[in-house]
C-alpha cells in the first residue's frame, strides 16, 4: 500500500456519444495503426482479431420498419474498479498512475488469459500470432508504442504514450505537466473520428467537457451494475441504447421508475 | 581424488551447487524471459524526431486533408488536418490506412510487361516508356482508336490526358462514373454545391452522406457539429434510401424507398409543398412542373409505387416547409449509376424552398481555370458515358480502341455488369497507370506505376458534394518506395518524344500553372475561416502573394464565389420522361442494394490490411461475405440466417449468405461492394464475390443514361 | 530378461513383453501429446480452439478437473493419517500415487496453458497478493511438493531400494512425518481447489460464475473443495477398480470400496447441500441483481440447462442418495455407476464454470459462441491420461501399493 | 573398483565436492559472463571531451530537447556535418563519418550503452532536473569511449538501466517529493509503452 498514494486527481475519460457514431471505423484503423498493429489477414472473426477499439453494431431488435441502428465503438474502459487488475497473476497490469488508465505491461505478462476471462466488455485481446506486417511496412511502425509478440495480452491504453509525450511537451514549456488542457492529450481514435463523436478528457476537471457530458442523465456506462466503474460513459438520447448498456429484468426500468 | 564414479557425481553436485551461487542460472532465467520480450523476428521500432506534412487524400473523391505524422522522416500515422474544410481534423477509416498502404503488398514496384504466361516482368523506365510511345504512335491520327480512362475525377491530370489525347486524335476520354454524371445532364457549367454546414434540416434522397457520397469526412463534420454531445441539435437528417447503412442509421429518420424511387418521393414531397403555397417562381418552368407534379404525384400514387404512406410524406413535407434552412440532397445510394430523375426530383425540392445561393443551401460552384492549353472542357469530360460506351463496344456496336489508358481506375472490377464490359477491353493494348495491382492492372500488357499519393504532388479540385469550391495539393511526404514516376511526368515525355507540345516540363510545372490560374476567382486560405463561415457572414481576407509557395506547403484555397448566373430550371422536361417504370419483373423480382462504404476501400482501392478489423461478422464468415435482407424477404424466399444464396442478376451471379437485418427495405437484398477480388493481395484477394457482376444497366428513358443503382436479382437458397 | 526381482513381495505381475507393450501404447499417446505440446509452443496457443472469448479451454477444463478427481489424496490423507479411519490404510498409497499424477499433469499442462511459458517464473518473482491464480500457482507449487514427499516413501519401499539400509531408514521416517504432510498437503490442497473456484468465483463482472463471498473468498471456492472431497475418494476407488479389471488381479477389498463410496457420499451429500444454497442464491440474488434472468444464462446445446440439471441431480443428489444408502453402496455396480456419476458432475461443474462463464454474453448486444478444442487440445489431454497410465503402471508393477492384494489373491 | 572406508572415504567425497564447487565458481563468476557478453565497440571513435573542452561545447549542443518535448538523444549526422561536413582534422575517423556515413546519406550506427528495449518509455524531460552524470558516465571528462557489452541472448547493452533500479529511485524521490510525483511513482506505463 502506497502511503503517499491520494486519490486519483484526474481521470481521462471517454464520453462517446452513440447518436453520432455513424459506426465507420475510423477510430479502429486509427487505433491500428497508431498502436502498431499488425494488420490481420482474417479479422472478421472477432474471436482472434486484435482491435484495442472495436465498434459495435446495436440494434433495437425490432422489425422494419421499426428498426433501429447504433453503433458503439468500444475502447478498453479503463474500468476504475477493474475485475482484471486484481487477477492478473504477476502485475501485468494495474491501475496506479494518475489519469486511471488501466496499464498493461507486455513485458511483464505471462498470457495466462486470467484478464481477458475477467474484463466483461473483451476489451483485452490475446495476441494469437506474432506480429506480421507485410515486407516494409514495418516502416510504418510508430516509434511509440512497443510490437507485442505472440502470447501475451493487449488492450487499449487511450494512446498513453500520447499523454506521457504531452507531459513532456508541458514540462519542456514550462507548464504543470499535471494540469493538461482538454487538447493537449487526445487519443487516436478521438482525433480521426469523422463526427466528433468521442470525446476525451479528465473526467474531474469542470473544465474538460467530459466532466459534465458524464452526469447527464443521457450517460451511461456498460454494465454499470458490475461495479466496475469505467472511465468511458456513452452518451445517447435513445432509451433502447441506454437499456442495452447492461442486463435487466423485463421490469427493470433505466434510471427508476 | 580418485575419478570413479562417485566422485564423478559428487563433483557434479559440487558444480551443481556451485553453480547455484554464481549468475548462470539465475541470469539465464531472467535472460531467456528478457528474451521473449524481445524476440528478434518481431519488428524493431526506430525513433526521430515528431513531424507532420500536410497533404491530401486521393484514395477516394471526397479529397479529405490529411496530416502525415512522421517519426524520423518516416510516415507512420495519418491524421485528419483541422485547417482543411474537407476533413477538418477527421478522416475516413480509408483515410486512416493511408501510411500503410505505402507499403501494401499490391503495390506496383516497377514498370512491368506482361509475358505469354500471363505473368509480368519488371522493365525499365526506358523500355517501359518505349514500348508506350510504340503502342501510341503507331494509332496517332486515328480517331479514337486510344482510350483513356481516368479514376481520378478531380484532379488536373485529366486535362494532361485529354490533351494528350486530342494530340492523337482520340476524344475518348472518360471518367470512371460517378454521381457526376447524372448531375451533368442538370448542370451544364459548374458544380452543385451543397451547404450543409449552414443548414438546419438535410434531407438526402439517396445519397448516403455519411458513408460513400461525396465529400464524406466533410459531411459527417457537419453532421457531427449539428449534434453535439449535450447541446441541442442544431439540424435534423433525414435519409431517404433503400437501406439502413450508416447514414440511416445515423439519420434522425430513415425513410425506406427501393433505389432510384427516391425521385418519386420526392416529387411526392413537392406536390405538398405545392399545395402548400410553395412556388419556384423563377423557375421558368415551375407551372409545368406544378401541373406534373399535382397530377401526377398523389399521394396515393407515391404510396403505390414506394409503399410510403401518405402522412410520412405529407410529414416530410411539413418538416421541409417549416425549417429555417432546409436542404435536399439528391443521390444514388451508391454514389453512382444513378438517373437524373431522382437526381432532378429532389433537386427540385430546393428550388421550390427557395434556398438557391442561400447559406444551409444549393450553390452553384465554379470550375478551375484550366492549365492545360489543349484540354478539354470538364464538363464535356464529366457528360460523357463509358458505360454506354463499353457496352456499345462489347456488343460489338462500336469500334474496340487499340490501346486503353487506364489511369487510377479498375474498370475491370468495379463497372457495372463488370465480367460482361471487362470484355471490351480484351484484345487491345492495355496500359495500366496504377499504383497498385488491381484487376485491371492483372489484365493490362504494361504497367506504367504511379508513385503513391503520399510520394508525389497531385491536386485535387472541388470534390463532388462540396458545398465550396477548393484546391489543395498532394506533397511527397516520402520518396518513392518503389520503382515508380508520377504519370503525369511519363504522358509529358511520351508526347515530347513523339513530337506533341502539351506545354509544360513537368507534371509539377503544369500544377503551379494551375494554381497560378486560381487568381482568376475569388479564393482565400482555410487556415483561420472556413467556407461555410463564410457563407454565414463571416469575414475573409483574399488568397494573396505566391498561390503556389502556399499550397505547394499544404494550404488549402477556397472559394464561395457564384460564378455563373443562375439558370433555374426545375426539369420538368426530364420529370417527365424519366420517371422509372412502374412494372415488376417477376423474374428477377427481389430489388438488389449495393453498399458502398469506406470501411471497405474505395471504388479504386480494394480493402487495405488496416481496414480488415472492420470487418465483423456481419460482413464475413470465412471467404463467404453475407448479403442482408429484413425477415420477412427473408421468410418469403425461403431463407435463413447463416445459409448460403445465390443472387442471380441478367447477366451474373453471386453466392453469399443470409444476415437478417432488419434495415433493409421490403423486398430488397443488400449487398455490399468491393468483395470478391481476384488481384490486389491477400488481405483484400478472395474474400466474398463481386456485386458489380450483378449490377445490371438498365438505360433512362429520355436521358439514355445507364442506370444500374437499382438492379434487380432473383435470390434461392444455394 | 526379467524384471521380477524388482516386483513387490508375495505378488505377480504380467509378462515384461506384454508390459513393454502396454507401456509402447501409453508412450504413443505421450509422443502425439508431447508433439503437440512442441506444436503449440512453437506456434501459440492459436492451434487451440481457444480464442477471444475462450481465454481458457480444455487445458484449464483438464486441470480443474483432474485436480478435483485427484483430490483423493489429501482427502484420504486427511482422514487416514489425521482423523485414523484404518480402512483407508488399503487404498491410500493408490490415493497418493493419483493425486501425484493429476496434479503433476496439471502443472505440465499448465505450461501449455501461458502464452509465454518462459517467463511464467514471473509468477513467482513478482506475485499479485490480490489474484487467486496467484494463489494456485503458490498452493499448486506447493502441494506437488508435498505430494512428492508423500509419494516418496512409497518409492522407497521398492523391494531393491528398501534394502538399502540409509533408504529403508528414510522411508520410515518419512512415515513418521506423514500425519504432518497429510495436514499441510490437506490444508494446501484446500485453498488449491479453493482458489481454483476462487479464480471465478471473484469475477465480479462475470454474472454466471460471480460469487459473493466468506471474507475474502467467494463461495466458489468452498464449493470447489467439497465437490473435490466429494468426487475425489469415488475417483480414486474407480481407479482402483479399473486396475483390478485390467490385471485380473483383486486389489482391494470391497468394503474399502464401499468405505470410499460412503465418504464420497456424505461430502456429496454436503456438496450439494451447499450447491443448492450457492445456485438458489445465485439464481435468485447475483443473477437479478445483474438484470439477467434465468434462461439468458443459458443457450443451445453446449451450454443447455441440461447441463445444470445433470451436474446437480442425475450427477449429484441421485449418486448421492445411491451412495448414502448402504444397500446401493454395497451393491458393486451401482457403487461403481454412482462414482463415475459423481466424477461427472463435478467435471460437468469445471465445464460450466470454464466455458459456459466465458461463453455467456455479459454486454447485452454481445452473442455467445461455442467453444470447440482442437486435436492440439485433446492431444496433450489425452497425453497426461497417458502419462498417469504410465506412473500408475509402473508404480503398480514395481511398487507395493496395494497393502490387501497379496493376502486378496492367494 | 573397491571401496574405501572412513576418512578417505569422507575427503573423496568432500574433495570432489569442493572441487566442482570452486570449478562452478569460476565458471560463474568468470567464464559465464564473457560467454554471455560480446564486446562491441563504437563504429567510430568520439572525443568527448575534445569536444567539451577544446570546441567548447556543451552537453546540450547535441543532446537536447526538442520543442515538443522529446530528447534527441544521439545526433544525427547532419547535426555533426554542422561542423564536420568535411575533414576538419586528419583523423581517419572522422575522415571515415564525412566519406562513409555522411555523404552516403548513412546515418552512423552509434551502440547506445544505455540501450533500452522498445517496451520502456524513458522521458529525458521528466528526469530534466538530475544532472546527466546522475544515470550516465561523466563522458566529457574523457575522450576514450567505454567498450560495449551486448548481451548476446538479451541484445541488451551490459549498462541497460533494469527495471529495478528506476523503481528504486522513483520510490525513494517520490517518498521525499510526493507531489512532485503525484500519483503513484512507480506506475507501470510511466515507464512502460
Known amino acids: 500500500m502506497v502511503l503517499y498514494l491520494k486519490e486519483f486527481k484526474y481521470k481521462w475519460g471517454m464520453v462517446i456519444d452513440l447518436d453520432s457514431c455513424t459506426g465507420c471505423g475510423a477510430c479502429m484503423v486509427a487505433c491500428q495503426a497508431e498502436n502498431n498493429i ?65 496499464s498493461q505491461v507486455n513485458a511483464r505478462c505471462i498470457g495466462c488469459r486470467y484478464c481477458m476471462a475477467a474484463c466483461p466488455y473483451h476489451a483485452r485481446y490475446f495476441n494469437w500470432h506474432d506480429p506480421v506486417w507485410p515486407e516494409g511496412m514495418e516502416k510504418t511502425l510508430t516509434p511509440d508504442v512497443s510490437t507485442r509478440p505472440r502470447g501475451v495480452v493487449e488492450k487499449c491504453l487511450f494512446c498513453h504514450h500520447r499523454f506521457m509525450y504531452a507531459r513532456d511537451k508541458a514540462r519542456i514549456e514550462g507548464r504543470d505537466p499535471n494540469a493538461l488542457a482538454e487538447g493537449d492529450y487526445i487519443p487516436a481514435c478521438v482525433e480521426m473520428c469523422p463526427t466528433g463523436a468521442i470525446t476525451f478528457g479528465d473526467l474531474e476537471n469542470p473544465e474538460h467537457r467530459v466532466h459534465q457530458l458524464s452526469k447527464s442523465p443521457n450517460a451511461f456506462r456498460l454494465l454499470e451494475r458490475l461495479g466496475t466503474d469505467p472511465q468511458v460513459y456513452y452518451y445517447s438520447k435513445r432509451e433502447w441504447v441506454r437499456r442495452l448498456g447492461d442486463n435487466y429484468l423485463e421490469h427493470e426500468t433505466v434510471g427508476g421508475v | 581424488m580418485a575419478l570413479n564414479r562417485r566422485s564423478f557425481l559428487t563433483f557434479a553436485a559440487g558444480g551443481v551447487a556451485g553453480t547455484l551461487f554464481t549468475p548462470v542460472i539465475w541470469k539465464s532465467i531472467d535472460d531467456t524471459a528478457i528474451w521473449t520480450q524481445n524476440w528478434p523476428w518481431i519488428p524493431r521500432l526506430e525513433y526521430g524526431p515528431r513531424a507532420y506534412a500536410a497533404t491530401t487524400c486521393k484514395l477516394c473523391p471526397a479529397g479529405c486533408g490529411l496530416n502525415i505524422r512522421t517519426a524520423g522522416g518516416r510516415p507512420v500515422v ?641 | 530378461m526379467s524384471d521380477k526381482e524388482l516386483w513387490p513381495e508375495g505378488v505377480q505381475r504380467c509378462s515384461l513383453k506384454l508390459f513393454i507393450a502396454w507401456l509402447a501404447v501409453v508412450f504413443a499417446v505421450l509422443a502425439w501429446g508431447v508433439y503437440a505440446a512442441y506444436v503449440v509452443w512453437a506456434g501459440g496457443l492459436i492451434v487451440t480452439g481457444m480464442d477471444n472469448y475462450f481465454a481458457f479451454g480444455l487445458y484449464i477444463i483438464f486441470d480443474l478437473a483432474v485436480i478435483a478427481l485427484g483430490a483423493g489424496a489429501f482427502f484420504s490423507g486427511l482422514l487416514y493419517y489425521l482423523v485414523r479411519v484404518e480402512g483407508l490404510k488399503n487404498i491410500i498409497n493408490l490415493a497418493v500415487i493419483i493425486g501425484f499424477i493429476c496434479y503433476s499433469g496439471a502443472l505440465l499442462i499448465l505450461t501449455l496453458e501461458v502464452g509465454q511459458p518462459l517467463r511464467a517464473w514471473f509468477g513467482f518473482w513478482h506475485p499479485n497478493v490480490h489474484s487467486m491464480l496467484t494463489e494456485v500457482i503458490f498452493c499448486i507449487t506447493v502441494y506437488m511438493l508435498v505430494l512428492t514427499i508423500e509419494f516418496i516413501p512409497l518409492i522407497l519401499e521398492n523391494r531393491k531400494l528398501n534394502k538399502i539400509k540409509f533408504l529403508h531408514h528414510l522411508a520410515h521416517n ?237 | 573398483m573397491e571401496e574405501k572406508k572412513g576418512g578417505s572415504s569422507t575427503g573423496g567425497v568432500a574433495l570432489p565436492f569442493v572441487v566442482g564447487f570452486a570449478a562452478a565458481l569460476i565458471f560463474g563468476w568468470l567464464i559465464f559472463p564473457q560467454l554471455l557478453f560480446s564486446k562491441k565497440t563504437q563504429p567510430l571513435v568520439f572525443t568527448h571531451q575534445n569536444h567539451v573542452e577544446l570546441y567548447g561545447m556543451a552537453c546540450e549542443d547535441c543532446h537536447d530537447y526538442r520543442r515538443d518535448g522529446s530528447f534527441t538523444g544521439i545526433p544525427s549526422n547532419a547535426q555533426c556535418a554542422e561542423c564536420h561536413s568535411f575533414p576538419l582534422g586528419d583523423h581517419p575517423d572522422e575522415i571515415r563519418f564525412v566519406e562513409e556515413f555522411y555523404e552516403k546519406g548513412i546515418e552512423v550506427p552509434w551502440l547506445v550503452y544505455q540501450y533500452q528495449p522498445d517496451n520502456v518509455f524513458f522521458s529525458h524531460a521528466a528526469h530534466r532536473e538530475f544532472d546527466c552524470t546522475a544515470c550516465h558516465p561523466d563522458v566529457g571528462s574523457s575522450n576514450t569511449l567505454p567498450v560495449y557489452y551486448e548481451n548476446r541472448l538479451t541484445k541488451y547493452s551490459k549498462d541497460t538501466m533494469k527495471m529495478k533500479d528506476c523503481e528504486r529511485c522513483h520510490a525513494t524521490v517520490a517518498a521525499q517529493e510526493p507531489e512532485r510525483f503525484f500519483g503513484a511513482a512507480n506506475a507501470c506505463q510511466i515507464c512502460h509503452k
Open chain 1, 38 to 102: 499488425a494488420p490481420p489477414v482474417d479479422a472478421s472473426d472477432k474471436r482472434y482479431s486484435l482491435t484495442w477499439l472495436l465498434v459495435y453494431e446495436l440494434s433495437n431488435k425490432k422489425p422494419y420498419p421499426d428498426h433501429d441502428v447504433a453503433y458503439m465503438p468500444r475502447p478498453c474502459l479503463q474500468c476504475g474498479h477493474p475485475n482484471c487488475v486484481p487477477v492478473c497473476p504477476v502485475i501485468a497490469t494495474d491501475k496506479n498512475q494518475e489519469g486511471g488508465i488501466v
Open chain 2, 78 to 718: 495519418a491524421e485528419g488536418r483541422p485547417d482543411h474544410p474537407l476533413s477538418q481534423g477527421g478522416i475516413c477509416p480509408l483515410g486512416a490506412a493511408a501510411v500503410q498502404l505505402l507499403y501494401s503488398p499490391a503495390r506496383i514496384k516497377s514498370p512491368m510487361q506482361k509475358q505469354e504466361d500471363g505473368t509480368h516482368q519488371p522493365i525499365s523506365w526506358e523500355q517501359a516508356e518505349a514500348l508506350l510511345q510504340e503502342k501510341l504512335s503507331a494509332q496517332t491520327g486515328r480517331r479514337n482508336s486510344v482510350a483513356c480512362i481516368s479514376g481520378d475525377e478531380n484532379g488536373t491530370i485529366n486535362e494532361l490526358f485529354s490533351a494528350f489525347l486530342g494530340k492523337l486524335g482520340s476524344q475518348a476520354f472518360f471518367l470512371m462514373p460517378g454521381e457526376s454524371l447524372a448531375a451533368s445532364r442538370v448542370m451544364k457549367q459548374g458544380s452543385i454545391g451543397f451547404d450543409i454546414e449552414n443548414a438546419d434540416l438535410v434531407v438526402a434522397f439517396g445519397a448516403d452522406l455519411l458513408d460513400s457520397w461525396g465529400t464524406i469526412v466533410r459531411n459527417k463534420k457537419a453532421y457531427g457539429a449539428s449534434r453535439r454531445i449535450g447541446e441541442n441539435p442544431s439540424a435534423e437528417y433525414v435519409y431517404v434510401g433503400p437501406m439502413q447503412n450508416n447514414t440511416g442509421s445515423g439519420a434522425d429518420q430513415w425513410i425506406s424507398v427501393a433505389p432510384e424511387q427516391e425521385g418519386i418521393l420526392a416529387l411526392g414531397v413537392a406536390y405538398h409543398l405545392l399545395q402548400s403555397g410553395l412556388m419556384a417562381n423563377q423557375a421558368h418552368d415551375f407551372s409545368a412542373y406544378r401541373n406534373h407534379v399535382m397530377s401526377r404525384y398523389t399521394p396515393e400514387y407515391v404510396q403505390r409505387m414506394t409503399g410510403i404512406a401518405p402522412e410520412t410524406v405529407a410529414s416530410l413535407a411539413e418538416k421541409l416547409r417549416r425549417a429555417d434552412r432546409p436542404l435536399v440532397i439528391p443521390g444514388s445510394s451508391i454514389s453512382q449509376g444513378g438517373g437524373v430523375f431522382s437526381f432532378a426530383a429532389a433537386l427540385s425540392l430546393n428550388f421550390l424552398l427557395n434556398n438557391l445561393d442561400s447559406p444551409g443551401g444549393v450553390f452553384v460552384l465554379p470550375e478551375m481555370p484550366q492549365a492545360v492549353a489543349d484540354a478539354e472542357e470538364r464538363s464535356l469530360i464529366r457528360s460523357r458515358d463509358l458505360v454506354t460506351y463499353l457496352q456499345e463496344i462489347a456488343a460489338g456496336r462500336a469500334e474496340k480502341p487499340a490501346v486503353y489508358l487506364v489511369y487510377e481506375a479498375n474498370p475491370v472490377f468495379t463497372m457495372p455488369q463488370a465480367n460482361t464490359l471487362a470484355t471490351a477491353m480484351q484484345g487491345s493494348y492495355l496500359v495500366s497507370f496504377s499504383t497498385f495491382y488491381d484487376e485491371t492492372a492483372a489484365q493490362a500488357d504494361l504497367l506504367l506505376p504511379t508513385p503513391y499519393f503520399l510520394e508525389r504532388f497531385d491536386d485535387v479540385q472541388t470534390p463532388h458534394g462540396a458545398g465550396f469550391a477548393s484546391y489543395s495539393l498532394t506533397r511527397p511526404v516520402i520518396q518513392p518506395v518503389f520503382d515508380t514516376k508520377p504519370t503525369g511526368d511519363v504522358l509529358l515525355g511520351v508526347a515530347e518524344k513523339m513530337g506533341f507540345d502539351l506545354g509544360f516540363a513537368s507534371f509539377d510545372k503544369v500544377l503551379e500553372a494551375k494554381v497560378a490560374n486560381l487568381t482568376e476567382l475569388e479564393g482565400f486560405f482555410t487556415d483561420k475561416v472556413q467556407p461555410w463561415e463564410v457563407r454565414a457572414g463571416a469575414s475573409v481576407s483574399s488568397a494573396s502573394g505566391n498561390l503556389w509557395r502556399s499550397i505547394s506547403r499544404g494550404s488549402v484555397w477556397a472559394s464561395t464565389q457564384v460564378p455563373y448566373d443562375s439558370e433555374v430550371l426545375l426539369g420538368t422536361r426530364i420529370l417527365t420522361q424519366a420517371a422509372p417504370p412502374e412494372t415488376d419483373d417477376w423474374t428477377f423480382p427481389v430489388r438488389l442494394v449495393a453498399m458502398d462504404s469506406r470501411a471497405y476501400g474505395s471504388r479504386h482501392i480494394a480493402i487495405p490490411p488496416f481496414l480488415l478489423p472492420l470487418l465483423g461478422e456481419q460482413e464475413m464468415q470465412g471467404n463467404t461475405f453475407y448479403v442482408w435482407m429484413n425477415s420477412v424477404t427473408a421468410k418469403n424466399y425461403g431463407l435463413a440466417a447463416q445459409e448460403l444464396v445465390k443472387l442471380t442478376g441478367p447477366t451474373g451471379e453471386i453466392t453469399a449468405r443470409v444476415r437478417i437485418f432488419e434495415g433493409v427495405g421490403p423486398n430488397m437484398v443488400a449487398a455490399p461492394l468491393g468483395f470478391g477480388h481476384t488481384a490486389w493481395d491477400q488481405f483484400s484477394r478472395g474474400k466474398g464475390e463481386n456485386v458489380y457482376n450483378v449490377l445490371t444497366v438498365r438505360y433512362e428513358p429520355g436521358t439514355d443514361l445507364p442506370v444500374w443503382a437499382d438492379s434487380r436479382v432473383r435470390i434461392a437458397k444455394a
Open chain 3, 174 to 410: 518419512f512415515h513418521v512425518i506423514m500425519p504432518l504432510f497429510a495436514g499441510i498437503g490437506a490444508f494446501l490442497s484446500f485453498f488449491h481447489q479453493g482458489s481454483l473456484g476462487g479464480m471465478y468465483g471473484v469475477l465480479f463482472s462475470r454474472p454466471y460464475a460471480f460469487r459473493e463471498g466468506f471474507f475474502i473468498w467467494p463461495w466458489t471456492f468452498f464449493l470447489f473443495i467439497l465437490s473435490a472431497v466429494a468426487s475425489g475418494p469415488g475417483f480414486t476407488m474407480l481407479v482402483a477398480t479399473l486396475m483390478e479389471k485390467m490385471t485380473g488381479r483383486k486389489l482391494v477389498d470391497f468394503s474399502v470400496k464401499a468405505l470410499m463410496g460412503k465418504i464420497a457420499g456424505t461430502m456429496l451429500a454436503i456438496y450439494m447441500f451447499f450447491k443448492f444454497l450457492d445456485t438458489w442464491g445465485w439464481y435468485a440474488g447475483i443473477l437479478p441483481r445483474s438484470g439477467l434472468t434465468f434462461d439468458e444464462v443459458f443457450y443451445g446445446l453446449a451450454y443447455g440447462k441440461w447441463l445444470l440439471f445433470s451436474e446437480l441431480i442425475i450427477c449429484g443428489i441421485f449418486p448421492a442418495f445411491l451412495l448414502l444408502y448402504a444397500k446401493t453402496r454395497n451393491t458393486p455396480w451401482i457403487l461403481y455407476s454412482a462414482a463415475i456419476l459423481a466424477c461427472i458432475g463435478v467435471i460437468i461443474n469445471r465445464y460450466v464454470q470454464t466455458a459456459q462463464t466465458l461463453a455467456h454474453p455479459v454486454m447485452p448486444f454481445d452473442r455467445w459462441y461455442v467453444y470447440v478444442p482442437t486435436w492440439a487440445e485433446w492431444a496433450p489431454s489425452l497425453a497426461i491420461i497417458a502419462y498417469g497410465a504410465l506412473i500408475l503402471s509402473l508404480s503398480y508393477r514395481y511398487l507395493p501399493v496395494f497393502p490387501q492384494e497379496r493376502k486378496l489373491n492367494p
